[in-house]
């Protein structure tokens, strides 16, 4: 067993008093001289609050009669830090393996591990399960073995289904894949991309069309089944309605994979069919064939943006701004604009702005263009000008800009103007900046700003105020909304059994989707279900739970003080060893994880940024290179902490400041040596508010205020 009683644990806390107390002229008593089952009692009522302490206990426990019950807490150690690769470790250095299988929590704890790993040989070694083994047998290839244990009656109905209908197609018997498939009633949401595929390979195999056109409701997304009636059509030499269907999806769906299909499949027979083509290869970035179709295509605003776009992306600014000029279109004059700003000719930029402010002023690039024009005159030295193009835009950003810029310029009363507008916390602070130098009271405004944001940059850091805990536990803590028991009713109570079977079988992204389909969720809901996804080791569903209260929360309290127990959920303590032995400052790492990636380490970004810490490929191949790596995932944990750690340890020894290594790792060094030399008088405070990116100013503000929420909420795990 886990030693998680509180069993003889007076005599424990007795011994680690006389430990860090000893009495004046007494020799210290050391670990060594502690029971060793006293360590193991100790170890495993700390694993979860204070991992490394356990830990530490654990490495006195050497007698072979305690060796499985130091194994269990040591793999739940490791299981509740996310720590799975060195879990995996651990077993694979055990000798006497077969021994592990007759200990019903160990074996538990290690298919656990397992399963986090996706090692499926030894999930089929260890599980009981059967609807895991067939899962395993599937992902071994052993197709016929998993039929006999995916069952067609279970809550999970639709996801076994699919995967048995998966073996028969592995197997080419496609008549039985198909009359499993048939079998589904009706599709979960998250499952419906995976049921989707399916049918798409059965259309391609099975004789049956006629009961695959039965299916096609079960399709959410209409251009997917589109997509999908299409290759029926082709199947059955229907040309009449596989053209029809084609040209709706084209015109219709252009962005859709069915779209892209089907200009690979036909050809163009006029310039209006062209154009079409080119849109879509456009989209879809294949510029080689959109430059095909566009070239003889109609000539028109689009097809000059496109073909002008294609010449941008490949840094062929001469072509692209010879195709701009004959695009009326909002973003060809906003592209038009860039390329001679990138070329310093700012008053060119600057008159291309304009004309698109002025003839396309409702389009989102008409705001872009005003804030850009902002900053160009910054850059010429026109401050004023700019003031008065932020404040054009009518944004809360770019008000804050034109406000912080009258304040460096002395205008204190115009900019405390326009920052008594707001009520964020970034406005208030600076209320309090410029008061201060006026000479008028502030301490309403002071108190305003620690009690409406406690936990923001400005109260903790500027401010330098403390942070509140509320003592109380988080049910008391509900009961301020009434709160004193769950909501759910008979439809969401089946929902969180699917969740939980979920979570067993490694499926969390599909477990957290069933949890996100309940609907009215009451704060002790959303409680308890950001425990369920902690527990299950999905603490990306456990903190977009919380910050869900959280909103709700500050919309209906005056109080914004929350207890400890919650801050732990959403803020939690993970991968603690691997930070431990790549970082100098915990917090400030787990701050960056939570800010980059919230503890998701399969997180992608749209600029394909990876893992917990977001490496970029290309910066992961120049770490790897530095660091003698060759065979790597950037969303293997462990990896990316090492690479993101390394990273920013780069950024601080060449920017000396945590603020600034903190832009770096966010926007890239180069664009932080661009803002220096364009703010090189600015003190450190200024500069963050000077940054042009409000993405990386806040990623700034938030990072380091969460450095700080972290050690406050978790620095007992060292005492």
């Given at each position: 067993?886990?030693?998680?009683?509180r069993?003889?644990?007076w005599?424990?806390?007795?011994?680690?008093?006389i430990?860090?107390c000893?009495?004046p002229?007494?020799k210290?008593?050391?670990?060594e001289?502690i029971?060793?089952t006293?360590?193991?009692?100790?170890?495993?009522?700390t694993?979860?609050?204070?991992?490394?302490?356990?830990?530490?206990?654990?490495?006195?426990?050497?007698?072979?009669?305690y060796?499985?019950?130091?194994?269990k807490?040591?793999?739940d150690?490791?299981?509740k830090?996310?720590?799975?690769?060195?879990?995996?470790?651990?077993?694979?250095?055990?000798?006497?393996?077969?021994?592990?299988?007759?200990?019903?929590?160990l074996?538990?704890?290690?298919?656990r591990v397992?399963?986090?790993q996706?090692?499926?040989q030894k999930?089929?070694?260890f599980?009981?399960?059967?609807?895991?083994?067939?899962?395993a047998?599937?992902?071994?290839?052993r197709y016929k073995?998993a039929i006999?244990?995916?069952?067609?009656?279970?809550?999970l109905?639709?996801?076994c289904?699919?995967?048995l209908?998966?073996?028969?197609?592995?197997l080419?018997?496609?008549?039985?894949?198909l009359?499993?498939?048939?079998?589904?009633?009706?599709v979960s949401?998250?499952?419906?991309?995976?049921f989707q595929?399916?049918?798409?390979?059965?259309?391609?195999?099975?004789?049956?069309?006629?009961g695959l056109?039965?299916?096609l409701?079960?399709?959410?997304?209409s251009a997917a089944?589109?997509?999908?009636?299409?290759?029926i059509y082709?199947?059955?030499?229907?040309k009449i309605n596989?053209?029809?269907?084609?040209?709706?999806?084209i015109?219709?769906?252009?962005?859709?994979p069915?779209?892209?299909?089907?200009?690979?499949?036909?050809?163009?027979?006029?310039?209006?069919?062209?154009?079409?083509?080119g849109k879509?290869?456009?989209?879809?970035?294949?510029?080689q064939?959109?430059t095909?179709?566009?070239s003889k295509?109609v000539?028109?605003?689009d097809?000059?943006?496109?073909?002008?776009?294609?010449?941008?992306d490949?840094?062929?600014?001469?072509?692209?701004?010879?195709?701009f000029?004959?695009?009326?279109?909002?973003?060809a004059?906003y592209y038009?604009a860039?390329i001679?700003?990138?070329?310093q000719?700012?008053?060119?930029?600057?008159i291309?702005?304009d004309s698109?402010?002025n003839?396309?002023k409702?389009?989102?690039?008409?705001?872009r263009?005003?804030?850009?024009?902002?900053?160009?005159?910054?850059?010429?030295?026109?401050?004023?000008?700019?003031?008065?193009t932020?404040?054009?835009v009518k944004?809360?950003?770019a008000?804050?800009?034109?406000?912080f810029?009258?304040?460096?310029?002395?205008?204190?009363?115009?900019?405390?103007?326009?920052f008594?507008?707001?009520k964020?916390?970034?406005?208030i602070?600076w209320?309090?900046?410029?008061?201060?130098?006026?000479?008028?009271?502030?301490?309403?405004?002071?108190d305003?700003?620690?009690?409406n944001y406690?936990?923001?940059?400005?109260?903790?850091?500027?401010?330098k105020?403390?942070?509140i805990?509320?003592t109380t536990s988080i049910e008391?803590?509900?009961?301020?909304?009434g709160d004193?028991?769950t909501?759910?009713?008979?439809e969401?109570?089946m929902?969180?059994k699917r969740?939980?079977?979920?979570?067993?079988?490694g499926?969390?992204?599909y477990?957290?989707?069933?949890?996100e389909?309940?609907e009215?969720?009451?704060?002790?809901d959303?409680i308890?279900?950001?425990?369920?996804?902690?527990?299950?080791g999905?603490?990306?569903?456990?903190?977009?739970?919380?910050l869900?209260?959280?909103k709700?929360?500050?919309?209906?309290?005056?109080?914004?003080?929350?207890?400890?127990?919650?801050?732990r959920?959403?803020?939690?303590?993970?991968?603690?060893?691997?930070i431990?032995e790549?970082?100098d400052?915990?917090?400030l790492?787990?701050?960056?994880?939570?800010q980059e990636?919230n503890?998701?380490?399969?997180?992608?970004?749209?600029a394909d940024?990876?893992?917990?810490?977001q490496?970029?490929?290309?910066?992961?191949r120049?770490?790897?290179?530095?660091?003698?790596?060759?065979d790597?995932s950037l969303y293997e944990?462990?990896t990316s902490?090492?690479?993101?750690?390394?990273?920013f340890?780069?950024m601080?020894?060449e920017?000396?400041f945590?603020a600034?290594a903190l832009?770096?790792?966010?926007?890239?060094?180069i664009?932080?040596?661009?803002?220096?030399?364009?703010n090189?008088?600015a003190?450190?405070d200024?500069?963050i508010?000077l940054?042009?990116f409000?993405e990386?100013r806040d990623?700034?503000?938030?990072t380091?205020v969460?450095?700080i929420?972290?050690?406050?909420?978790?620095e007992?795990i060292f005492?």
């Open positions: 067993m886990i030693f998680n009683n069993k003889n644990s005599f424990v806390f007795l011994i680690l008093i430990i860090s000893p009495s002229g007494t210290e008593i050391t670990l001289r029971p060793e006293e360590l193991l009692i100790e170890a495993g009522r694993a979860s609050t204070r991992p490394v302490y356990a830990f530490e206990l654990l490495k006195k426990v050497d007698k072979p009669q060796r499985i019950d130091k194994l807490i040591l793999l150690i490791y299981l830090q996310r720590e799975y690769a060195r879990a995996s470790a651990l077993l694979d250095s055990l000798q006497d393996g077969p021994k592990i299988k007759d200990d019903s929590l074996k538990r704890l290690c298919c397992f399963i986090e996706k090692n499926w999930i089929l070694e599980a009981d399960d059967p609807i895991l083994k067939g899962i047998l599937y992902n071994l290839q073995e006999g244990y995916l069952p067609r009656d279970t809550e109905k639709d996801y289904l699919i995967y209908s998966r073996c028969y197609y592995k080419n018997d496609f008549q039985n894949a009359n499993i498939a048939l079998e589904i009633d009706s949401p998250a499952l419906s991309y995976d595929n399916l049918l798409f390979d059965l259309v391609l195999n099975s004789t049956d069309i006629s056109k039965k299916e409701s079960k399709i959410k997304d089944r589109k997509f999908l009636l299409l290759k082709e199947r059955e030499n229907d596989f053209k029809r269907l084609a040209f709706d999806l015109k219709n769906n252009p962005s859709s069915g779209a892209k299909y089907c200009i690979t499949v036909l050809k163009p027979k006029d310039k209006t069919e062209y154009k079409l083509f879509v290869a456009f989209i879809h970035n294949d510029y064939l959109a095909k179709f566009l295509g000539k028109d605003s097809v000059n943006y496109y073909l002008g776009k294609i010449s941008y490949q840094q062929q600014y001469n072509n692209a701004l010879s195709y000029r004959r695009s009326n279109r909002s973003e004059y038009r860039l001679y700003e990138n070329r000719d700012y008053r060119l930029a600057m291309i702005y698109l402010i003839h396309h409702d389009s989102r690039y008409a705001t263009a005003l804030k850009r024009k902002a900053f160009l005159m910054e850059d010429i030295g026109d401050t004023l000008g700019a003031v008065a932020f404040v054009r944004e809360k950003s008000d804050f800009r034109a406000g810029q009258l304040f460096r310029m002395g205008k204190l009363d115009k900019a405390l103007e326009i008594s507008h707001y964020e916390p970034d406005f602070y209320q309090i900046k410029i008061k201060e130098r006026l000479g008028e009271p502030v301490d309403s405004l002071r305003y700003l620690t009690k406690p936990l923001s940059y400005y109260t903790l850091i500027k401010n105020s403390s942070i805990i509320d008391n803590w509900l009961r301020q909304f004193t028991t909501t759910f009713d008979q969401d109570s929902r969180i969740a939980m079977r979920y979570f067993s079988l499926e969390k992204n477990a957290f989707a069933e949890i389909a309940i009215d969720k009451s704060f002790l959303l308890y279900l950001s425990k369920l996804c902690d527990e299950n999905y603490d990306y569903g456990a903190i977009k739970l919380c869900e209260l959280k709700r929360f500050e919309n209906n309290s005056d109080s914004k003080v929350y207890p400890l127990e919650f801050l959920l959403l803020y939690p303590l993970r991968y603690i060893f691997s431990m790549n970082s400052d915990i917090w790492t787990l701050a960056i994880i939570w990636s503890f998701n380490p399969d997180a992608k970004s749209r940024a990876r893992g917990l810490m490496i970029i490929p290309g910066t992961g120049l770490i790897a290179s530095e660091l003698g790596i060759t790597y944990p462990n902490i090492k690479f993101g750690t390394y990273y340890k780069k601080l020894s920017f000396n945590l600034l832009a770096a790792y966010n926007a890239g060094p664009n932080l040596r661009k803002w220096l030399r364009k090189s008088n003190e450190l200024e500069f508010e940054i042009p409000s990386t990623y700034v503000r938030l380091m969460r450095q929420i972290y050690k406050k909420i978790w007992d005492d």
